[in-house]
């Protein structure tokens, strides 16, 4: 039962990627040059931020949930395998973050973040 569930949790990421890929903002395309430390201060600035929708917020939850679970879509001792499942839900969920974010906090955000990568050598 419990991996029916997270079969579910991430088929139901995956589809609802599909069905918003209308509204990706264009400030998203800076997001994919941002490097991968900053890309994980953007996503505690936009957690951290009132501006954010609360359920949107939530969605960084998602990833530590899937990866506290003792239940894995494929078990983490296979080579390569093992990872792809984890890679995919932090995946679908920092797309799906963007994705609802409103636009110009994105890019306000975004534009705070690329000095400080550019001073780290980023």
Do not use: C
Request: charged letters at 20%; aromatic letters at 8%.
């Amino acid at each position: 039962m419990p991996i029916l569930i997270r079969v579910a949790v991430v088929a139901g990421l995956w589809l609802l990627k599909r069905l918003s890929n209308q509204t990706r903002p264009l400030v998203a395309k800076e997001v994919d040059t941002l490097s991968w430390p900053s890309k994980a201060r953007l996503v505690w600035r936009l957690v951290q931020d009132a501006r954010v929708p609360v359920w949107a917020r939530g969605l960084a939850v998602v990833p530590a949930l899937y990866l506290l679970s003792p239940i894995d879509l494929l078990p983490d001792f296979i080579p390569f395998l093992g990872r792809v499942d984890d890679a995919l839900v932090f995946s679908l969920v920092s797309d799906l973050l963007l994705r609802f974010v409103p636009s110009q906090v994105l890019h306000e955000h975004v534009s705070a973040l690329r000095p400080l990568a550019k001073r780290r050598g980023a």
